[in-house]
């Protein structure tokens, strides 16, 4: 187990909940440490190089120190100030202190990196960031190159990124704040000086991609560019909540850059909001990992009126190349008859991946946007994309369950279901339900296409459709599926829809098991493919990927 030290001031310390949301970067390095790496941080909060030494604050360090261990160095702030306890020069004392403490590494056979002082949010009348650490920058930097100490230089790239933020725009990363925000600080705050949150992550993430940069052993000492966050409900990973860890994932948007979020064992009761993409949610195991929450249509909100369907998902997603693997998802809102729709899975996008995951709900389990151009009844679609424009998505389902009662998969994404099990609930009516109800678009080849999947039930026989039109141009198709006995013969139900009988495309190729019936015993409306026009229907084809 390599350790890596940390000698600073408040920049980079570790923060108790009593200063919340003030964050030292030290802290949000913790999201970027490769594994078998640990840090210890002595930084201490108003400290220079000298007051550091002089109050024998190094002393742990250098007593633990070892072999193949790597010691941080970052100073500037307080060295600059004029009172005798904490001054230095900069190319005096400054860099005496500093080759000090990295000679006292190097005697420990460990490694010593110099960072240079996060700039401070100061801005001049025009608009320029003002450097007040620029003397012990360059001092910082002379003496690595002299010494041959790698040396991130955070000043200048902070410097450069804050004054490109603006004035207004970069408060988000200081502890500069109005009042309202925070409880412990019911006036507000205006220090320009140490980080919220935001800004120590970013600020990390600065020093870990730099740290890539540099040959062993400091490469390693940080996780790849595409970073691995971890959740577990113990507290031994890096957040208890998988909130938590989506919001960490927001200082890669925008980059393209894959986010891999592993997700411990244990029942999260989260209700989340994915609106990033690039993102892996990886649990591990559809019965070990569970994220529920239980919202319903009927459940009436604080400003009165019903949820309704739309906002009812225990997940939401509104991103592209969102996997989620070896975790279940419920909604535990009940049966539909006592609660109506609750959405399990809310899946709007492109290429998104689920494999080995379970899906639990009754009635509306799982939605695959876009929703229809226009709701039947006024405010039907009431929800977060209700106003917004209607993309076309492509899901793709492998090895899932999947279980509901009334349409529990439904929608208008190009969806691609394969070796899944689709359960249908007793609801101990004459019919139990409705394996799908897709809303195909108008004009678009596919809709719905389920392949080696499996259909089983606890209904009573012949009282479950395979599915009906949630709108006329419905498209879906089983090929070589088993089917259990709930499945009634005629197959699929029209929803009282005429243009149905024209406009919607529901087929069948190679059915087995007591559900499966002869085109004859099928509605006529419907089709059984030949081996040439199921060949049509391969993943590749439908999907594109």
């Not at 007593?63 to 904490?86: S, Y």
């Not at 989260?270 to 993102?279: A, D, M, N, T, V």
């Not at 691609?416 to 139990?432: A, R, V, Y």
Request: include cysteine; proline fraction near 4%.
């Amino acid at each position: 187990m390599r350790t890596i030290f940390w000698a600073g001031d408040s920049t980079v310390q570790n923060n108790k909940m009593a200063t919340y949301p003030q964050s030292g970067i030290g802290q949000g390095f913790l999201l970027y440490l490769n594994e078998g790496v640990q840090v210890k941080n002595y930084a201490r909060n108003g400290r220079s190089t000298k007051s550091f030494l002089d109050e024998g604050r190094f002393l742990p360090i250098a007593e633990q120190m070892q072999a193949g261990d790597v010691l941080f160095i970052q100073f500037g702030h307080n060295d600059e100030k004029e009172d005798a306890a904490r001054h230095t020069e900069p190319f005096g004392s400054y860099q005496d202190n500093l080759l000090y403490m990295a000679k006292m590494a190097r005697s420990n056979g460990a490694y010593p990196v110099f960072i240079t002082p996060l700039s401070r949010r100061q801005f001049d009348k025009e608009g320029r960031l003002e450097e007040t650490h620029r003397p012990y920058q360059q001092a910082m930097k002379e003496l690595a190159q002299r010494e041959q100490i790698p040396c991130i230089d955070l000043c200048a790239r902070s410097h450069e990124e804050i004054e490109k933020m603006g004035a207004e725009a970069s408060k988000r990363f200081f502890m500069n704040f109005a009042g309202g925000l925070y409880e412990r600080y019911p006036v507000g705050k205006e220090d320009n000086t140490h980080q919220r949150y935001e800004g120590a992550i970013h600020w990390a993430g600065v020093i870990a991609e730099e740290l890539r940069k540099l040959p062993e052993p400091y490469c390693s000492l940080v996780l790849p560019a595409n970073p691995c966050l971890s959740v577990a409900k113990d507290g031994s990973a890096m957040f208890t909540t998988i909130a938590e860890a989506l919001k960490a994932a927001k200082k890669y948007q925008g980059d393209d850059v894959p986010v891999h979020i592993q997700i411990g064992a244990g029942v999260y009761e989260e209700c989340l909001e994915i609106h990033q993409g690039s993102l892996v949610l990886e649990g591990a195991g559809a019965k070990e990992t569970i994220i529920r929450c239980g919202h319903y249509a009927r459940e009436v909100m604080e400003n009165g009126e019903n949820r309704g369907t739309f906002r009812t998902a225990t997940l939401f997603i509104d991103a592209d190349y969102v996997s989620l693997k070896h975790l279940t998802v419920e909604n535990s809102a009940g049966h539909g008859k006592d609660v109506g729709q609750a959405l399990a899975l809310y899946a709007d996008g492109d290429r998104l991946y689920f494999e080995d995951c379970h899906f639990l709900g009754h009635q509306d389990t799982i939605f695959t946007a876009p929703l229809p151009p226009k709701e039947v009844e006024t405010h039907g679609f009431r929800g977060p994309k209700e106003f917004a424009p209607r993309r076309d998505g492509r899901h793709y389902f492998k090895d899932c369950y999947i279980c509901g009662e009334v349409d529990f998969i439904f929608g208008g994404a190009t969806a691609f279901f394969e070796g899944c099990e689709l359960f249908s609930i007793n609801e101990d009516k004459p019919i139990n339900g409705y394996v799908t109800a897709a809303s195909t678009p108008q004009g678009k080849p596919y809709g719905y296409v389920f392949q080696n999947c499996k259909l089983t039930s606890n209904c009573p026989p012949q009282s479950v459709y395979l599915g009906r039109p949630w709108r006329e141009y419905a498209k879906t198709v089983f090929l070589n599926c088993e089917m259990g006995e709930h499945i009634i013969k005629e197959g699929w139900h029209d929803w009282n829809k005429e243009a149905a009988h024209t406009e919607t495309f529901y087929a069948e190729y190679q059915s087995t098991g007591k559900g499966a019936a002869s085109g004859s015993e099928r509605a006529d409306w419907t089709k059984q493919l030949s081996e040439e026009e199921a060949g049509q229907y391969t993943k590749d084809k439908v999907l594109g990927f």
